[in-house]
């Protein structure tokens, strides 16, 4: 004998299956969006890697004749940038990581300076933001005086 579950129950069943498959989908749909910004990020920073490891053998190039041993510099320099971008690119970030360990290694001085400079640079670059994000004040503050309108027992240096 079967027992048929036409009743409430059964539509409860199925509305849980619905939302299940539902979430399952919007889940595996973020994931490959967020997979794909993480692509698109690796591609880009791969190009803005080789780019400046070709600066710096172009750098290396220039400097050939005057100073050989900062041309060398240069040129390791931009073999260890291909390297970690190489490593970056390719999707092995336990890869990237020993190849940056490596190079700092290998040219302390050069890792320190590049270190400072992105430092800098990810430090304006957070101030720039801040200030964007910050909305427009309506006095200029050149104009501003200070306890302007505060009514009290205030000293503002003409009345002691």
């Not at 591609?43 to 172009?58: C, I, L, N, T, V």
């Not at 041993?69 to 931009?78: E, H, L």
């Not at 964007?132 to 205030?154: I, K, L």
Request: glycine letters at 10%; charged letters at 25%.
């Amino acid at each position: 004998m079967e027992i048929k579950n036409d009743g409430p129950a059964a539509s409860l069943e199925d509305a849980a299956r619905r939302v299940r498959d539902a979430a399952g989908e919007a889940v595996s749909d973020a994931k490959h969006a967020a997979l794909q910004g993480v692509e698109d990020a690796r591609a880009k920073a791969g190009d803005k890697g080789h780019s400046a490891a070709s600066r710096f053998r172009d750098l290396a190039g220039q400097v050939e004749g005057e100073m050989p041993w900062m041309a060398t510099a240069f040129r390791k320099s931009a073999d260890g940038l291909d390297n970690v971008t190489n490593s970056l690119t390719s999707g092995d970030i336990n890869q990237c990581l020993a190849g940056v360990s490596d190079f700092a290694k290998r040219q302390p001085a050069i890792f320190l300076g590049a270190s400072v400079a992105i430092g800098f640079a990810l430090a304006r670059v957070g101030k720039t933001a801040l200030e964007q994000a910050r909305p427009a004040s309506p006095t200029p503050t050149s104009e501003r005086v200070p306890f302007d309108g505060v009514e009290g027992s205030y000293a503002t240096g003409t009345e002691i």
